[in-house]
């Protein structure tokens, strides 16, 4: 799925990588605490959240993520986007609730296989 | 590479949001060094953690790297109030976090088994009310951990 498909399945803002949105990617994991991505989460492209603090941003960067999606209406700082902007991280802004905004994403297609036995 | 690359880094304990830094510099650092990506990240991941832990349990602390042509070490080592049970620590959903260090994503319990999963050897030498240093060493060439990070081993 394209990243683009992403905000439009959830009705997303393109905070930043905007030239990104053609990108594809294979597969999501959606948390709130940053541990629990580090720990299990393998080749995943796309980090849904809502938490906002610039470590969301790194955590993503650690695992080579390729675009975060805020969740809950939550709006990232201009210091977080302007360190994604820098390690080419695309940002989405949604109104949707954590678990509407993952059950739209499956239900699309985007799986979360590249978890292995997660 | 003749000799070991060594890269050294203090992390500010007073500064949550600039937690991760070195870790980052590093990434940079070994991306330019020319590592795969696994490689990269399992070191960049496992020295994010221990950042992370410097800050929240320790007020800082300083963080060297070294680069040689059979692994990549990391040491991390504070000044804090040291860890009294190592064992406890280890064990999955551990923690001493205070609410606030959970409420930023952390405190999970998940630092130490993590900076464990993703290295090939992790020391810890801690002395209470002076200081903790973790060691930990991921092996250049070497796949036997290549699905370690990936899966609650198991579980």
């Known amino acids: 799925m394209k990243i683009r498909e992403i905000a439009t399945l959830l009705g997303a803002d393109v905070l930043c990588g905007e030239s990104q949105l053609d990108e594809e990617v294979q597969s999501a994991c959606g948390s709130d605490m940053m541990s629990d991505v580090l720990a299990f989460v393998k080749d995943q492209g796309v980090l849904v959240t809502g938490l906002v603090n610039p470590q969301v941003i790194r955590t993503a960067m650690m695992m080579d993520m390729h675009c975060v999606v805020f969740v809950r209406s939550k709006r990232p700082t201009p210091e977080m986007l302007e360190l994604a902007k820098e390690h080419h991280i695309a940002v989405l802004a949604s109104c949707s609730r954590m678990y509407e905004a993952c059950g739209k994403l499956y239900a699309s297609g985007l799986g979360n296989e590249a978890c292995a036995n997660g | ?155």
């Open chain 2, 1 to 155: 590479m003749a000799e070991a690359l060594r890269f050294h880094y203090e992390v500010d304990g007073d500064n949550f949001t600039s937690a991760g830094a070195a870790s980052v510099e590093v990434k940079r650092k070994l991306r330019q060094l020319g590592f795969d990506a696994e490689l990269i990240r399992r070191v960049s991941i496992a020295m994010y953690e221990g950042e992370i832990n410097m800050v929240v349990h320790a007020r800082g602390g300083s963080a060297d790297v070294y680069v040689d042509k059979d692994c990549v070490t990391i040491i991390l080592a504070d000044r804090g109030p040291g860890i009294p049970d190592i064992d406890l620590a280890m064990q999955e959903g551990y923690s001493t976090a205070p609410d606030n260090i959970r409420a930023l994503g952390f405190g999970a319990g998940m630092g130490l088994p993590n900076m464990k999963r993703y290295t090939d050897e992790m020391k810890i030498e801690t002395v209470l009310k002076q200081g903790t240093t973790v060691t930990m060493k991921v092996y250049i060439n070497h796949t036997k951990q290549t699905e370690k990070g990936t899966s609650e081993e198991g579980k």
